[in-house]
DNA sequence: TCAATTCCTTTCATTAATCAAGTGAAAACG
DNA sequence: CGTTTTCACTTGATTAATGAAAGGAATTGA
């Protein structure tokens, strides 16, 4: 990890669909000598993979939201799973310490679906939701 | 927006450097008549950009944080360019509504250096740590 | 019924990715 | 100190993907 690597990881970041080429001349090296440097990143696991910024806005997903859960038993499987089937609006959640159990970020087309979740998870959890108006960043 | 759309998305979700001649075999479509899909998909914005997924673990930041921000005073601005200035560690973060002002998702190689953040955004803001333990999804 | 439009395929030229050598500099080792 | 190994890179040849143009089928609308 030089700062050469440093400098791929940012240009992909920006652009993960560059070609070599063009990445290559932002580094100041060839389309193979990039490759190669892309490659050991890539078997290194620190480029983990590559993505789309989809976004849920476009798609009509206007509520931004993120539940802390907090638990009432100590069985979360049948909670998870919930979280899992929900894949359309739970985008990723997390293992928490501190306030929760779990901190799930999720998009919703309207305040009523939102409603609609926390009625389905109320069974397993309580929650507190923190609605993102705006997003800084990424 | 039909199901073949939703496809690309999720295929590229998954690998975003696929060749639109691999895309096109898992829509059932030519690599040309896939990346026109492709092309109006990111004019309308639904693709919002190519990127990669770096693993912070990898680079040594092994410690994953949210923080939500209870200001102290209404005057936000040296608080969000705190916040700007520390992109290696600040990765996004939310204007919200609901407890806080502001959650600010952030990774840290050690607990030193989030105590070093916690101290430099106290001038500004109370706040609340959770800590991601284990990540799901995405 | 007849354009106009959309969405796709096919074909071909162009461009990029990949593979195989080959070079040079630094590191490892007798 | 000299030799060899290794590493990161470049160059050149081959293979594959992309982009542009042409054309065909299905749909829409006057």
């Given at each position: 990890?030089?700062?050469t690597d440093q400098l791929i990881l940012r240009e992909l970041s920006r652009n993960g669909r560059m070609t070599m080429k063009e990445l290559g001349e932002k580094v100041h090296l060839t389309g193979q000598a990039t490759a190669a440097r892309v490659l050991?990143?890539?078997e290194a696991g620190i480029i983990d993979g590559y993505t789309i910024r989809v976004s849920k806005e476009k798609l009509g997903y206007i509520v931004h939201a993120f539940v802390t859960a907090i638990m009432h038993e100590p069985r979360h499987q049948k909670f998870?799973?919930?979280l899992d089937r929900r894949q359309d609006t739970v985008s990723r959640y997390f293992k928490?310490?501190?306030?929760g159990c779990y901190l799930i970020e999720c998009h919703f087309p309207t305040h009523?679906?939102?409603d609609d979740f926390l009625n389905d998870i109320s069974e397993f959890a309580s929650y507190k939701v923190t609605i993102a108006i705006q997003q800084y960043g990424q």
């Open positions: 990890m030089d700062s050991k990143l890539e998870l799973d919930e928490t310490s501190g306030e009523q679906e939102l």
